[in-house]
């Protein structure tokens, strides 16, 4: 399963961006869809994430702030992220886990999208 991420870029602390992640491919069904995301010298993290049934999850660090949410029609994530911080300045990647076919499942990464917040 391919996954395609969209929407990083430089915007100021306070703005607000949205990423939206795209899967294709070989897809019989996608459980879990989430965002990590790395800063320089640290582990990746998890941000968010949301079930096919819309259970969400948030680090603590973005809650009130982000807000995951999905089309499964169309197998995309969204991340609408506002009042952006600093230290919100990472490379975002996506994540989904599903199944391929009946018996074959898939845990799939997409590229990762640059966040930079800076005035």
């Known amino acids: 399963v391919q996954l395609q991420a969209f929407g990083g870029g430089l915007v100021q602390p306070g703005g607000s961006l949205r990423l939206s992640c795209a899967a294709s491919g070989r897809i019989f069904s996608i459980n879990g869809m989430g965002w990590y995301r790395q800063a320089p010298g640290k582990q990746r993290e998890l941000v968010a994430s949301i079930t096919s049934g819309s259970i969400r999850n948030y680090a603590d660090s973005v809650k009130g702030r982000f807000t995951i949410s999905r089309d499964n029609a169309k197998n995309t994530v969204y991340l609408q992220m506002d009042s952006l911080k600093p230290e919100d300045t990472a490379v975002y990647y996506c994540?989904?886990?599903?199944?391929?076919?009946?018996?074959?499942?898939?845990?799939?990464w997409g590229q990762g999208t640059q966040v930079t917040v800076s005035s």
């Open positions: 994540n989904a886990i599903g199944l391929s076919t009946m018996t074959t499942t898939f845990d799939d």
